[in-house]
């Protein structure tokens, strides 16, 4: 019998209409490493849960798990509870103790061992992960990548065969991430330990996989190999599912012709087997790059040059405290109506803080900032954010004050208007166009990440604003919702909003945003139409950019490169 | 009682008697007849290992205890006899938490609750007497139950003072706000939810709380104790006592209601029961 | 800085702290309130420097004074009347007796300070969880949560700020509203969070077995030796104090001091132990200059 081996397992959630999961078999041989995708609420967590018997959700269940050739329910509680790991989403919310040490001898003083034990396998995990500079450190003083690898290392000390790893990146900035999943390869290669990992950013997990498991509607649709994953799904062609897929594999399975590529590096091979330099058309490509974008956009024709910024960030600079450095530095900006403007950036380097200055919650101490012509400081407190601007916060959770998503909406819609008629139009006109009307009568709180992300939009929708500032949107959100939200942002523009987005997430700012800027260092330091803007860099862009450099060294998305492609091989 | 200055800070400058202090610690030892009782209790009861580990832990503390009493009443050391008296108060809630092995859950909501309060006083602290802490024990005894709402108060009291300073005045606080939410926790297993009846509880608590700082404050500065000191203590006290009281309905009139609504539906969504 | 003191093991600084300060409320005698005091000065400018004393000064020397000058006037106790005030007699037992007490009041309050300095919630956790191990992760869990429902306030605050509702505009009743309603969402947030903190507690076996308590804190050999030192002398204290040296009598006429061999032993015992912590840090002092 296999490591790991489900056979049959279904479940039910009391109340609920249909199966979380069902009809689900899967077999994992010790040392493998597993990655789950599928979109927001197709059973990942639910069926990651299982196998950890103590996380396991209440409801009706049916069907068998046999982790190393014994029922998962028979295993005696202390190998359950420290031979399965579980780490999940969020940094902050898994962490018990205000030490790192002290958290990092958490599981193991719940197993009972000694003083002496607990300091050998601390020391032991501690020198692994490379956090002996931080052992003796207050959590609070940690960053969130800091944070995850800690609550990992936590697990890793009660020596673990298998790690559950319930979307552990999806909360970290693109560095802090990479250096998570290095220390999970690691983990799994160097140390044995079979991981069962489920992610919506596929690109780096991709490669590293022994197997994928694609899920969809509480059902297994395939799993197997990563290379052959695309010829499994072909029977199930949804884009739902594509959309989420590493960018080399997308672009694959768009042309499907030799075998599929997983990296930037075995993509450009394949791109290069496929369309010798001969069979190459420059002309068709420059041409492409021009008329990509919306009628709105600041490339297209009937943008006005002329058209007011809704926002001017003039000159600002900005600090937290006099004794403290800049955060930023004489930093300019415009942002005009229709447009989406990301704004990009590692981390620190002052993309937050411009936000916040932009709402008016922070004041630069040199500078101006200008909403619609206007100063910042001449608006009246309420009057700035009612028919103006609005930001959306990181933590969607910081606007729910409601029991339902209705009372939620209702509130904000009775800020502007008292009148009762007006303001139901309105909700209800706002609840379709966002797609949540069916979300009314539950309560915020037992919604995904997704949803409560555009119940807050909702929200701030209702105040009309004609600029709306958003704090990393894309935040823990797959593929599908992410472009259910860049759909919202297109519609706004085409009202004449002005959408500023700071993020982490460079694939959706090429995907959608008309106008990029790349904050370093408390200054922005070049500023472009997003395809222009990605072309120009050589690091900072796109997989697909990365994979076509060379080739069409103006595709930006997977779709350039596949319209690309096809152009040129249809020839 | 100016238990959010740190540092030791007389609030009345008074003088001699000795009875007054007697008798304030007698008092003191008939309200809390059970401190004994449930020690006894305990060691009768033994039936695991632990039980009997902790009633031997209990006892290690009592038996010196209860010897360094008896030296103190003989040379008229209140202050010192307070202290050990209080803590001796306090020992048998946290040993019967101890025995009962809480859940995850439930210490993760005391934690909370605790968090909150102690943030609250922490928040407030530049305003002296005026704080949401006792508001907020008491909302928690109220949804969790006397126990939680004993321990929302202690571990409150000893976690803003880590922030705030310790110093003899925290094992009174432990006992001053681990009492409110206890009490707070009976008041509403005996029926009485109300807004009103909550209110009322609150603000005679924070004379309460105030009244028993005061034992503490006399026993530590005023020496020689007399009734003119005591009353003197008091009267100072009573309007620092009072904004106490004020704060703490203010606050539950305020909190109460919606807090509980979400408490509540926290308990229903995550079966979590008394 | 102190760093030779605070490194010992907690144990032994709070058997030291907890001795220093019982000691200090229980011998009412000029010479043994005047060593505690001095000791404790002392050890205060070492942990905190001489910024750390003036702030003491301006905050312990109204106290002193208050209740030094306290006693003589509302006492009238004593046989030697230095002066009449309004016809009240003023005596010198009096003032003695006030001034004693208030030195000892404050040296009880400069330990403390101390001890708040030195037993840093570390040290108060890992002597708590030996007594009561749940109490402690509760305290232990209140700590970390501290931090993180500030900053998550923050993130509740502003983010009513940006939808205008910000809690410092408008009439009290708004602003009282306002704030209100921050406090409910941190309390949603806060507890939806817990119930995770709670599953990964669980899924990290809390409950399977009976908890052990782990501690960086080591108790060598020379934590060892300095119990014994702090036992030894707080024994021999605790033996003067029982024989009659450690109180002396003020009314109706002060005592004279006694000077008899025991008695002066009985002193330097006490010295030695008021002023351990700051040889300790002498000692490692002088070891680094002769190392360097």
């Not at chain 1, 672009?251 to 030799?258: E, L």
């Not at chain 3, 507890?191 to 409950?207: C, I, L, P, Q, V």
Request: a positive charge; hydrophobic letters at 45%.
């Amino acid at each position: 019998m296999a490591f790991l081996q489900i056979e049959n397992l279904n479940f039910t959630y009391p109340n609920a209409s249909g199966r979380a999961l069902a009809n689900i078999s899967l077999v994992v041989e010790e040392g493998e490493m597993v990655v789950i995708c599928g979109v927001s609420g197709c059973g990942k967590t639910t069926l990651l849960r299982h196998l950890k018997r103590e996380l396991a959700p209440h409801g009706q269940k049916s069907g068998a798990i046999y982790y190393a050739g014994k029922l998962l329910e028979e295993l005696p509680l202390l190998t359950a509870a420290s031979e399965i790991g579980f780490v999940r989403q969020n940094p902050d919310t898994q962490i018990v103790t205000d030490m790192v040490w002290h958290e990092m001898a958490f599981g193991l003083e719940n197993l009972g061992l000694s003083t002496p034990e607990i300091r050998r396998k601390v020391a032991e995990m501690a020198s692994f992960f490379g956090i002996d500079g931080w052992f003796r450190k207050p959590v609070s003083e940690l960053s969130g990548g800091q944070k995850q690898l800690l609550n990992l290392a936590a697990v890793m000390a009660m020596q673990p065969r298998m790690l559950l790893l319930d979307e552990p990146t999806a909360q970290l900035d693109p560095i802090a991430a990479q250096g998570f999943l290095d220390i999970i390869r690691k983990i799994n290669r160097d140390v044995g330990v079979t991981v069962l990992l489920s992610e919506h950013r596929l690109e780096e997990v991709f490669p590293m996989a022994d197997q994928v498991v694609v899920m969809d509607e509480g059902r297994i649709l395939e799993a197997g190999e990563p290379g052959k994953i695309v010829e499994l799904l072909e029977s199930e062609n949804r884009q739902v599912i594509y959309i989420g897929l590493p960018s080399p594999v997308r672009i694959y399975s768009a042309i499907r012709k030799g075998s599929c590529p997983l990296t930037v590096r075995e993509g450009r091979t394949w791109l290069n087997e496929l369309l010798p330099f001969s069979k190459r058309n420059p002309a068709r490509e420059l041409k492409k790059g021009l008329d990509r974008k919306s009628d709105f956009g600041p490339r297209s024709p009937n943008f006005n040059l002329r058209l007011k910024p809704a926002v001017e960030v003039k000159q600002v600079w900005f600090r937290y405290e006099r004794e403290g450095g800049d955060i930023l530095r004489g930093l300019s900006l415009q942002a005009f109506p229709g447009e989406v403007l990301g704004v990009l950036g590692g981390n620190g380097a002052g993309k937050s803080t411009l936000l916040r200055v932009i709402a008016g919650l922070l004041k630069p101490y040199r500078g101006q900032v200008l909403i619609n012509g206007r100063k910042i400081r001449e608006f009246k407190a309420g009057e700035l954010y009612h028919h103006n601007l609005v930001l959306l916060p990181q933590d969607p959770q910081a606007l729910f004050v409601h029991d339902t998503v209705r009372e939620e909406l209702e509130e904000t819609a009775h800020l502007l208007n008292p009148d009762q008629d007006t303001f139901r139009g309105e909700l209800a006109g706002i609840a379709v166009e966002l797609g949540v009307e069916d979300l009314l009568l539950h309560h915020p709180y037992d919604l995904s990440g997704g949803e409560q992300q555009k119940v807050a939009l909702a929200k701030l929708l209702l105040l009309k604003p004609r600029v709306i500032l958003l704090d990393e949107p894309t935040k823990g959100l797959d593929a599908h919702s992410k472009e259910i939200l860049a759909q919202i942002f297109q519609n706004l523009c085409r009202k004449g909003v002005a959408v500023i987005l700071v993020s982490h997430d460079l694939e959706f700012a090429a995907e959608h945003a008309d106008t990029c800027t790349m904050i370093f260092d408390g200054d922005n330091v070049s500023t472009g139409p997003a395809s222009e803007f990605f072309a120009g860099n050589s690091f900072y862009t796109t997989a697909a950019n990365r994979m076509a450099r060379g080739m069409f060294p103006k595709a930006v998305t997977c779709k350039d490169v596949i319209e690309l492609c096809q152009m040129n091989l249809s020839r | 009682m100016s238990d959010e200055s740190e540092p030791l800070t007389p609030r009345a400058s008074t003088n001699i008697d000795v009875s007054a202090g007697l008798k304030s610690i007698d008092t003191n030892i008939k309200k809390n007849p059970h401190t004994q009782e449930s020690m006894i209790n305990t060691s009768r009861k033994t039936e695991t290992n632990t039980r009997l580990k902790l009633v031997r832990k209990g006892l290690v503390v009592l038996i010196p205890v209860l010897l360094i009493i008896s030296a103190l009443v003989g040379n008229g050391n209140y202050g010192l006899l307070s202290v050990l008296l209080i803590i001796v108060t306090t020992v048998p809630f946290f040993l019967r938490f101890e025995r009962r092995k809480p859940q995850a859950r439930e210490l993760v909501i005391i934690a909370v609750m605790a968090t909150l309060a102690a943030l609250g006083r922490v928040v407030f602290a530049p305003v002296p007497d005026f704080k949401p802490t006792s508001a907020i024990v008491i909302i928690a005894a109220v949804a969790f139950g006397p126990e939680a709402g004993f321990l929302t108060g202690a571990v409150a009291a000893v976690a803003s003072n880590l922030f705030l300073g310790q110093g003899p005045w925290t094992p009174w606080q432990m006992f001053c706000w681990g009492m409110i939410g206890f009490g707070a926790g009976m008041l509403s297993k005996g029926g009485s939810k109300s807004v009103l009846v909550l209110s009322i509880y609150g603000f005679l608590t924070g004379f309460a709380f105030g009244w028993v700082m005061n034992i503490w404050f006399i026993v530590a500065f005023v020496q020689p104790i007399t009734w003119a000191a005591v009353a003197a203590a008091y009267i100072s006290s009573f309007w620092l006592d009072f904004t106490n009281a004020l704060s703490t309905v203010l606050f539950i009139l305020l909190l109460a209601k919606p807090w509980l609504k979400k408490l509540n539906r926290i308990k229903v969504k995550y079966g979590l029961l008394e | 800085m102190v760093r030779a003191f605070s490194a010992i093991h907690p144990a032994v600084s709070f058997t030291f702290f907890a001795f220093i300060i019982i000691f200090t409320i229980l011998f009412q005698h000029p010479v043994f309130v005047g060593i505690s005091l001095s000791g404790a000065l002392f050890l205060s400018w070492l942990l905190s420097g001489g910024q750390g004393v003036k702030s003491g000064v301006k905050l312990y020397f109204p106290m002193f004074l208050l209740i030094a000058l306290a006693n003589p006037l509302f006492n009238h106790r004593g046989k030697t009347v230095l002066f009449y005030l309004r016809d009240n007699p003023v005596t010198l037992e009096a003032v003695t007796y006030g001034l004693c007490m208030a030195a000892s009041l404050v040296a009880v309050a400069l330990w403390f300070s101390c001890y708040s300095k030195v037993m840093t919630s570390d040290k108060f956790l890992y002597l708590f969880a030996g007594f009561a191990p749940t109490v402690a992760l509760l305290i232990t869990m209140t700590l970390r949560m501290i931090p993180n429902l500030k900053v998550q306030l923050k993130a509740v605050a502003s983010a009513q700020q940006a939808i205008g509702l910000d809690a410092r505009t408008g009439n009290l009743v708004q602003r009282l509203r306002k704030s209100m309603r921050i406090t409910s969402i941190l309390l949603s947030w806060a507890m939806e969070d817990g119930m995770e903190t709670a599953d990964s507690m669980k899924a990290r076996g809390y409950g399977v077995k009976n908890r052990t308590t782990f501690s960086l804190f080591k108790f060598d050999a020379r934590d060892g030796v300095i119990l014994a030192v702090v036992l030894g002398l707080a024994g021999i204290c605790l033996t003067g104090y029982f024989l009659g040296y450690g109180v002396m009598r003020f009314y109706p006429v002060l005592a004279p001091l006694k000077i008899s061999g025991l008695a002066l032993c009985l002193y330097t015992a006490f010295g030695a132990y008021a002023f351990l912590p700051v040889l300790i840090e002498f000692r490692e002092n002088l070891k680094w200059h002769f190392c360097k």
